[in-house]
């Protein structure tokens, strides 16, 4: 299996422009997290679907934070208008099952805004 | 609220030797433990896990220990190696939840 896929691997862009994280998860998995990783706040989890449905969000910081999963194979993270702060790395995760088990993440995407 | 803390956040140690990793959690209606390793630009990657009905679980050059009493938990790797150099994360759950709280992790380096 591949594993968890991201992309873009690296996104620089000016403050207010949207952006837009993709995330294909394990197939067969049926449970996707959201991470934003910083040095000062570490891995924060955004949110979490299980069957394609958003489950929490209680980590999504602001509503300029959206994400969505169309189907099993695919999620988006997206940020409008984004700003110097989010910059991070953001991490998709896959699980097999729901609830606490073990995840599986991808290479995460390197967001820096300008 | 919910934290997962770690003692070092540093730990270097000689090729060869054993490592020991410690954590702290606060929470106690966590039963679910698990440890992460992250290489520089990659994800955190599942080591080990453990759950609250037991105090040991080993695997291939890992044991997990878990000490229900003092909250404690740490993870032991035998005969380090270069490719051991990594931060390490540990992090709480619950069963029937899905939330896992990480810690700040710890950075272990290798000497060769």
């Known amino acids: 299996d591949a594993g968890v896929i991201q992309s873009p691997r690296h996104e620089v862009t000016e403050m207010g422009q949207e952006v837009t994280l993709r995330c294909k998860p394990i197939?067969?998995?049926?449970?996707l997290f959201w991470y934003r990783q910083t040095m000062m706040r570490g891995l924060e989890l955004l949110i979490y679907?299980?069957?394609?449905?958003?489950?929490?969000d209680s980590g999504m910081p602001e509503d300029r934070f959206s994400a969505k999963m169309p189907n099993a194979s695919f999620s988006t993270l997206k940020i409008q208008p984004s700003e110097p702060r989010d910059s991070a790395v953001y991490f998709c995760?896959?699980?097999?099952?729901?609830?606490?088990?073990?995840?599986?993440f991808g290479p995460g995407t390197r967001l820096t805004v300008t | 609220g919910e934290s997962v803390g770690l003692h070092l956040p540093t730990l270097s140690v000689q090729e060869g030797d054993n490592s020991i990793i410690n954590c702290a959690y606060s929470?106690?209606?966590?039963?679910?433990f698990i440890w992460y390793k992250q290489e520089s630009g990659k994800g955190p990657q599942f080591i080990i896990d453990?759950?609250?009905?037991?105090d040991k679980r080993q695997g291939q050059r890992v044991t997990v220990l878990l000490n229900k009493t003092v909250k404690h938990l740490s993870l032991q790797i035998a005969a380090t190696q270069p490719g051991d150099s990594a931060v390490y994360f540990c992090?709480?759950?619950?069963?029937?939840?899905?939330?896992?709280?990480f810690g700040a992790g710890t950075r272990l380096f290798v000497k060769a």
């Open positions: 929470n106690s209606a966590s039963d679910y």
């Open positions: 995760a896959s699980s097999l099952r729901s609830g606490t088990y073990e995840q599986y």
């Open positions: 679907f299980n069957n394609n449905v958003p489950i929490d």
């Open positions: 453990i759950r609250s009905n037991m």
């Open positions: 197939s067969g998995h049926n449970s």
């Open positions: 992090a709480e759950g619950h069963t029937g939840g899905f939330k896992t709280i």
